[in-house]
């Protein structure tokens, strides 16, 4: 598979995460602070829960149901309850389109 439009890097809030599904996969797609573009599993490994709907603070993105925190660059949980990671997708910003493949996650140390 590759790379499919995502969103419109015009529909991205700064510090909001924005979500979109891609071939069924859900993604939370964030514009941080610093202008960049981050794309991590949509699902809270904790409860099930759409992490598009919590808090984007500097480089985490917080589920809104039970606080727990997950890196944008690394999709690893930061605080409990989660403690498995979501998966962390590559990003490619070609003019005002966002693509992501949904079938390649990013290596992570």
Request: aromatic share 4%.
């Amino acid at each position: 598979m590759s790379a499919s439009r995502a969103c419109a890097l015009s529909d991205l809030v700064q510090d909001e995460a924005h979500r979109v599904e891609i071939d069924g996969t859900a993604i939370a797609v964030v514009l941080d602070g610093k202008g960049e573009v981050h794309a991590i599993g949509d699902v809270c490994t904790h409860g099930d829960i759409s992490l598009s709907d919590g808090f984007v603070e500097g480089e985490t993105l917080e589920c809104w149901a039970h606080g727990s925190a997950f890196s944008l660059k690394t999709g690893r949980p930061l605080n409990l309850p989660a403690f498995e990671p979501v998966p962390v997708y590559e990003v490619v910003i070609d003019g005002d389109d966002v693509l992501i493949d949904p079938s390649v996650t990013k290596a992570t140390a």
